[in-house]
């Protein structure tokens, strides 16, 4: 199948150079970006794109996708309340069909504001890859694993054998990873059998680390080290390592982190809403860490917009350096998309808009009322656009929204099955 979009206004590419074109023409043969220039021919469907800004889909690096359910449920309250007193009871109640009707809520906002890639730690993957294949949305899934009894399994072994089942299920749309939760639901033993299975189905392993104050004084007070060198000391970080958070490191922290690799998902709305603190950004850019952006759960953020995650993580981090050239806004776009497709080992395949590379790819209109004037179209893009700007959506060559409308699936009904599952949950508590 061919798809030209012609005559793009501007063609933001998220290339090495980060070169920006202006009126060029992008085919898409095959799923994949095959050409890229002027006056382009092709037989199949023309959209015309004189009045649009394209970039690389947005990647979300860190979610909780069913959690859509709770979001607005559980607002200004004290991390442990809101934890132990709300959303462990909700989440206690959660069966497939309600993380199914979740998960499509999820999709369905993520694509309406321009994400076509998201790394989801949660339960019942099944039912994401359900909700992947109606949508058409590409998801890497880190089936969480915890010693402790949840709705999907009793125990870790459990979790393992959900994990080695899942992972045979892989489609060019939705790949496996493993989910160790973190140091403080963790025994030593259950993340060295994570890190073995990582190494013998050679993915990457994805953990929420050193997020709050409590979680390192509290792995201080059981093993006398952070997090991070509690990892580190078992050789845990040697492996592909996507952490989440990191926002109470130290100078050794950064230094391990950077020594090994490991890449990081910046999540500062949930961190900022929950008070969890202001991660060490610029330190860990300065050593050269691989940095991406994540929205965390619609629980504690509320929202999927990465735009939205964009700004805010441009301007919480010139603020707390107390320099407003931090964090300028290609580098800030680069955390949403090819630094996202780094820390998800996929920048050969998305991430950028170049020949070769799957065409995950979105469209805003140049006219749009706070786009306007188009002096700096990656300021404009970072500062001042949203989720709602976006017109446009192609996933693997696929286009699943067009002119604001979804096509692969309906939203009414989707909506109308998410406000029902999440009124019952709350039903009785």
Request: net charge negative.
């Amino acid at each position: 199948m061919q798809i030209l979009l012609k005559n793009c206004a501007f063609v933001v590419t998220q290339n090495e150079n980060r070169e920006i074109l202006r009126n060029k023409d992008v085919l898409i043969e095959n799923g994949k970006i095959s050409e890229i220039g002027e006056n382009l021919d092709k037989t199949g469907e023309i959209i015309d794109c004189s009045e649009k800004i394209l970039l690389p889909g947005l990647i979300n690096t860190h979610t909780h996708l069913a959690m859509t359910l709770f979001r607005g449920y559980a607002d200004d309250l004290a991390l442990q309340k809101w934890l132990q007193k709300k959303i462990w009871p909700l989440e206690a109640k959660l069966t497939s069909d309600d993380c199914y009707a979740g998960n499509l809520l999820g999709c369905l906002e993520m694509m309406r504001s321009g994400t076509t890639c998201f790394n989801d730690m949660y339960f019942f993957g099944e039912e994401i890859k359900k909700a992947v294949e109606t949508t058409g949305i590409r998801c890497f899934f880190s089936q969480t694993i915890l010693d402790l009894p949840t709705m999907e399994f009793k125990d870790s072994q459990q979790a393992f054998d959900i994990f080695r089942k899942l992972s045979k299920q892989g489609s060019e749309l939705f790949r496996v990873q493993i989910g160790t939760h973190a140091v403080y639901t963790c025994s030593k033993e259950t993340l060295l059998k994570a890190k073995d299975l990582s190494e013998q189905y050679d993915i990457p392993i994805h953990i929420h680390l050193s997020e709050t104050q409590k979680e390192v004084a509290d792995c201080k007070r059981e093993f006398g080290k952070t997090p991070v060198e509690h990892l580190n000391d078992m050789n845990f970080l040697k492996q592909e390592i996507l952490a989440a958070h990191c926002v109470w490191l130290t100078e050794k922290d950064i230094r391990l982190m950077a020594n090994n690799n490991v890449k990081v998902s910046h999540c500062p709305v949930s961190s900022m809403k929950l008070v969890s603190g202001v991660a060490p950004l610029k330190r860990m850019i300065d050593e050269n860490i691989i940095v991406s952006l994540g929205t965390d759960s619609a629980a504690s953020n509320n929202n999927l917009d990465l735009f939205e995650e964009m700004k805010t993580t441009a301007l919480l981090h010139k603020l707390h350096n107390s320099d407003p050239t931090v964090l300028p806004a290609q580098k800030v776009l680069d955390l949403a998309t090819i630094d996202g497709a780094k820390a998800l080992g996929c920048v050969d395949e998305i991430g950028s808009v170049e020949p070769g590379k799957r065409a995950d790819l979105i469209l805003l209109d140049k006219n749009e009322l706070q786009l306007v004037p188009n002096h700096n179209i990656v300021s404009n893009i970072v500062y001042s656009a949203n989720g709602g700007n976006v017109d446009t959506v192609l996933v693997n060559g696929r286009i699943i929204m067009k002119n604001k409308r979804f096509l692969t699936l309906d939203k009414e009904t989707i909506i109308n099955n998410a406000q029902k599952t999440a009124e019952d949950l709350v039903r009785g508590l």
